[in-house]
């Protein structure tokens, strides 16, 4: 075996260095196990698992040199051996560490160079910059927090005076503040404050950039220093602010002058001063007129009663343009192209059209309540204001209107009562333009069908159909005709022509509902209704809902009617008539205890109904509480004296506490009434019971002759019935003697009509009678215009009305 040996070289030295030198050559043999004499150690050996190794043979110079006696060096014994521990890896650390370098880390600290005053001041400018824009972001975002967007403000705010008193303390001339970052610091605070409704802290802060040299234009942060004033109700403060505001707008800022001079004029008015506030409308007029401040100027000359000035202020209101710019209509009418009428249909989407189309509609609705409001004083009376005003509108920017007005004159004669003014005024549009004469047609419709003149009514109706086969209000009309002549098969024809052209029609679809409940076509019904109330969405309707109740009723469903019934008084909570319905279907459930309850709510909003009165009394009689009973009986006395009724029901309920005062009161009735059969039945009981023999033969007495009375009257009554020879000599003789009964019995329709409710008013879904049918299913809608006071932002159209 070859010695291990190292060269090592020292200076111009070379030696050679044994490594295992100074080992004991005279070491004993024993510990060589390769030369054992013993057998029974060496067959021990090979049975054990070291013996049975498989091992490479090699030359055993460790113990070559243990049998030679030769020692290791000391150094030798101190290097660790690397069967023990890997070399590098500790039992502490996964870290791959040979030379041990852990222990002798040294830490290396950077010297960071301190920031400059000037990058202090640009970082704290950031600071304040990234909290305006959140709080910019938090208080007009989708779902806008001032709270949150007013802290952020504030914070904004305290940095900005830290960042100028860091300046201020530094004393050099080379830094300059961003006074703009200030004043939209302070600008943002201030609208916050007024947002939360602190409008002390807003008049504060602006106040304080008000007296800022530093800042452009701060004269107009006066503006919103007098809304602020507005708000408060300071008035007079509003106007100082307005016009220190308005002396410092040069002339050239036309638009925002004519802003402020609009809001002095409206507190002007708020103050009660007319005379100043029509002088700023009138300058603003003669400027540049607006529709708003042309309506403005009239009602301040209404308020002063100037009729001359009224004029020449509406003259002024038809004076303002309106016209938009018509380019898309011009293309769509030059050309049949289909690109053109792609380009008119994308314009018809477009959101600029449907602005335009909204302040368009805006100011002839402004016109229309204008003309409504003077024509009543401009002139001696309405109809020649009215007339004065349409042939001003005829030859002003708002000529389309004058059509409109004059079938809406129509519709305020019948809503004044006068129903031949309203036909007049209807009739002469018999003959003009289509689409006048179509909405004529309907509104002299729904007239006659008022009267219950349906004959005429229905000329009309086909009228309309003929001048207009598309328009599906003409149809629900004829319907509606066919339906009161109880025609319903026809009705339903109608019904279903104006749901081919207009599947989301209400009235088509409610009288279906009507028609099919008629019928006892229960579940039809239920399907029109509930579609019906699907339509509305949210907006929940309450007839729809009062018709589902009482269909539910009629099927014997008590439980679902009293949810629909519970649905329809969170909507109309102080309807005395759906009350009592709830009332009486607990009363069918056996809830008397519920029942007394919505009773007496119902009594509560509508003390003169007899029924309830009746039925609370009763209540309180099957209690053993005559008292309480006698209670209500004598308040239903005093809505009618001379309703015998419950003055029988008052002496009847003094029968239970005592006798003798119910003797008394029946004697009382028997007075007034003496033909009253209950009332001598009552004392002839009364008398039998107390022993009064001689009264009580003279009741009977009495009794015996009213019956008789009664029977010669109904042998009388049957004599002269339709179809007898009595009864046609009786007709006869009336033709001949009263020639103008027919006129009579018009007349007193029309005088029936003239005392009848608003037409306008919603159908009655209150229940009338209980031993009755209810009157909506009577009632089908028809088709009508609107009244001048009902129209709405959106586009002028037919709309149906109920009767």
């Known amino acids: 075996m070859q010695s291990a040996r190292r060269t090592i070289t020292s200076g111009n030295r070379v030696r050679e260095v044994d490594l295992y030198s100074g080992f004991n050559k005279n070491v004993m043999n024993i510990y060589d196990n390769a030369n054992q004499d013993d057998e029974a150690y060496q067959s021990a050996l090979k049975v054990s698992s070291y013996g049975k190794r498989t091992t490479t043979p090699k030359t055993n110079w460790i113990g070559e040199r243990l049998r030679t006696g030769e020692m290791p060096s000391t150094a030798a014994r101190v290097r660790p051996s690397t069967a023990v521990r890997a070399v ?17 880390k040294t830490v290396v600290l950077e010297n960071k160079k301190e920031d400059t005053p000037e990058q202090k001041y640009k970082n704290i400018e950031k600071k304040i910059f990234q909290l305006l824009e959140e709080s910019i972001l938090v208080s007009t975002g989708p779902k806008p927090d001032v709270i949150a967007g007013l802290a952020k403000a504030k914070e904004a705010s305290s940095m900005d005076r830290t960042l ?15 006074f703009d970052l200030t004043y939209s610091v302070l600008f943002n605070l201030a609208n ?139 293309l769509i009418n030059s050309s049949t192209n289909p690109s053109h009428e792609y380009i008119y249909n994308t314009i018809q989407s477009d959101e600029l059209h449907h602005y335009e189309q909204k302040m368009r509609n805006q100011a002839q609705r402004n016109v229309l309540i204008t ?51 309203a036909i007049d005024a209807l009739k002469y549009f018999e003959k003009k333009d289509s689409n006048v004469a179509v909405n004529a047609a309907i509104n002299l419709t729904f007239i006659y069908l008022l009267k219950r003149d349906l004959e005429t009514a229905e000329k009309y109706a086909e009228s309309a159909r003929k001048l207009d086969s598309y328009n599906p209000h003409a149809f629900v009309n004829s319907g509606v005709c066919e ?163 419950f003055l029988l029901r008052v002496a009847g309920s003094y029968r239970k506490i005592n006798s003798q005062k119910s003797m008394q009161l029946f004697q009382q009735i028997h007075d007034k009434f003496p033909e009253n059969v209950d009332c001598l039945r009552a004392l002839i009981h009364l008398t039998n019971s107390q022993g009064m023999h001689e009264l009580h033969d003279a009741y009977v007495d009495k009794l015996e002759k009213i019956e008789k009375q009664k029977e010669v009257r109904q042998r009388i009554s049957s004599a002269i019935r339709p179809g007898t020879s009595l009864h046609s000599r009786l007709s006869s003789s009336g033709k001949s003697s009263g020639g103008s009964h027919g006129h009579v019995e018009h007349s007193t329709q029309m005088a029936n009509y003239a005392n009848s409710p608003n037409i306008n008013s919603p159908i009655d879904y209150s229940y009338s009678d209980p031993l009755e049918s209810d009157n909506m299913q009577k009632r089908p809608m028809t088709s009508g215009r609107r009244i001048v006071e009902s129209y709405s932002d959106e586009e002028i159209d037919d709309e149906l009305l109920p009767i």
């Open 164 to 178: 100028l008193r860091m300046r201020n303390q530094s004393g050099s001339n080379n830094f300059t503040h961003n």
């Open 483 to 645: 339906m009161m002549k109880e025609k319903y098969d026809i009705a339903k024809f109608m019904f279903n022509n104006a749901l081919e052209i207009d599947a989301t029609l209400f009235e088509a679809l409610y009288n279906m509902g009507l028609i099919h409940k008629k019928t006892g076509d229960y579940d039809e019904a239920l399907n029109y209704f509930h579609k019906l109330n699907a339509n509305l969405g949210h907006q929940q309707h309450p007839e729809i809902i009062f018709q589902i109740g009482n269909v539910y009723e009629l099927m014997g469903d008590i439980s679902a009617a009293l949810e629909w019934y519970h649905q329809l008084l969170g909507i109309v909570q102080s309807d005395a008539g759906v009350l009592k319905k709830v009332g009486e279907l607990y009363e069918a459930k056996g809830e008397r205890q519920q029942a007394f309850h919505y009773h007496l709510e119902s009594y509560r909003l509508y003390p003169s109904d007899v029924s309830i009165v009746n039925w609370i009394g009763s209540h309180y009689i099957e209690l053993q509480i005559a008292e309480k009973a006698i209670s209500f009986f004598e308040k239903a006395v005093l809505n009618n004296p001379n309703d015998s009724y």
């Open 88 to 104: 590098g890896f500790s039992s502490d650390s996964f870290l791959f560490d040979p030379f041990n370098q852990a222990a002798k």
């Open 371 to 421: 003309v409504n409001l003077i024509s009543s004083v401009i002139e001696n009376n309405f109809n020649d204001g009215y007339t004065w005003c349409v042939e001003t509108i005829k030859y002003s920017g708002f000529s389309k209107l004058a059509t409109e007005l004059e079938i809406n004159k129509a519709l305020i004669f019948l809503k004044l009562d006068d129903v031949n003014q």
């Open 192 to 330: 916050l404050y007024y947002k939360n409704e602190m409008f002390i802290e807003a008049l504060n802060t602006y106040t304080l950039m008000t007296k800022n040299k530093m800042f452009p234009n701060v004269n107009r942060l006066k503006i919103n220093m007098g809304n602020i004033y507005f708000q408060l109700g300071l008035f007079s403060k509003a106007i100082k602010m307005y016009r220190m505001a308005l002396d410092q707008v040069p002339s050239n800022q036309k638009e925002l002058r004519l802003k402020i001079t609009h809001n002095i004029a409206v507190l002007f008015v708020k103050m009660g001063q007319y005379s100043d506030a029509a002088t700023s409308f009138e300058f603003i007029m003669a400027e540049k007129g607006d529709i708003k401040s042309g309506m403005h100027l009239v009602l301040c000359y209404y308020a002063l009663g100037d009729t001359e000035k009224m004029k020449k202020a509406f003259q002024y209101l038809l004076d303002v343009p309106i016209d938009f710019n018509n380019d898309e209509e011009k």
